[in-house]
């Protein structure tokens, strides 16, 4: 018989005690009766054959039978699987991880006259051990008792918590009631909002929608400024680059002016020429009354003066074109600063306006820390801007009217009447 082990609800059969009695089919019955008759514990036999089990015979059902007339000398020299062939009882077999109380209600369901027979349990190594049902009822019982006692053990407990529960209860009520004697008192006590409070509660409101004014009007100064700082650095570089290409043209037409001049000066020795050699012939002529031979040569070389001259009035005509050419990049360098000027104005406008809104605010709302603004300095940026606007304009208008007057007049002549006016202004 196995040793007991302490009750807890999860307890199972395999726990409980139980006796490992097993005989073999061809074992005698008288042996079966002498082992009754020496442990008288022992609920019943377990009979196997060939490591299998055959069925049980409990100790009740083996008594019976031999106390029969001519039982015990039929059986008692016999093998025990011949009563047990004669008995027939099926034997209720459960896993020993069975638990205590389900292993009762299984023996509870079994026929009345089987109710009291031993339980053959199966353990995991597949041994067998005989369970009296009265073991499994009194292991029960105490499980049972066990559970009582930990329900009133539960009970007292509640119902000593009910008490300090209903004492907490009734405390909470008390100060409840002292809390709502004191709010009472102090809704009385309380009276209506004071002017001054009323002023510094408007005066709260007034401050916060100023907050609220000034963060948006300092994102739209941050925003405006940006833009027409931006601006204006691109459009000084842009003039500056304009001025760049300006003083480039400029130096070209210095050049090509002097060109001309050198032209021109090449152009009045060879009419000087001309003319000594006209006044010659015109001598030679009025001498001989004929013409000679010798004016052939003289002829040859008016030809060739006229053609150098031809030439030269050609130079004249491609040097004006290049001119013409380069007076409309000059035009419209001078546009392109006066736009770009323009968009520079308009940009610090914008951020003029978001500041003049901001200086009307502080002088609304009359704040002592603040200093009165005298001019912002974005208006003293805008009429810079517009004094260079002008002068681009008036400038714009001046080579506007070159360039009218070149396409209306004859080039030629028109560019050496200017350059002659150059070098005699240029002469000491």
Known sequence: MSNPTQLTPDLTIGHLPCHHFQVSAATPGQVVAERFEQEPDLPGVIITHESQVLGMISRVKFREQMSLPDRLEIYGQHPIRALLDFIRIPPLM????WKVE??????????KDLIYEPIVVVMENDSHCLLDVQTLVIAQSKLLAQANKVIQKHRAERHKYRAIIKQEQAKFQECNELLKSQQRQTEKSQTLPSFQQ???VK???EIAQMNQRFVRIAKLISSEGRQAFQA???GANSICNNT?????VGK????????????????????EQVRHLAVQVAVVTNQMGSQPSGLSQVSLEIGRLASKTFELGNQMEQIASRFKLRVHELTQAARAGANVAKSVTIKIDRAEMALLELEELIAEKDLPSQTPIKEPLPVIKSVTADSLVKDIEHAEVAVYELEQRVQQQDSSQYLIQKIQQALKSKKP
């Open 94 to 97: 459960l896993s020993e991880n």
């Open 102 to 111: 389900d292993a009762v209600q299984a023996s509870l369901n079994r026929h």
């Open 198 to 200: 009323v002023a510094l």
């Open 203 to 205: 005066q709260a409101e």
């Open 232 to 234: 204006t650095f691109q």
């Open 244 to 248: 760049d290409k300006i003083l480039g």
């Open 252 to 271: 070209a037409i210095a050049n090509d002016l002097e060109t001309v001049n050198r032209t021109s000066r090449t152009i009045r020795e060879a009419i």
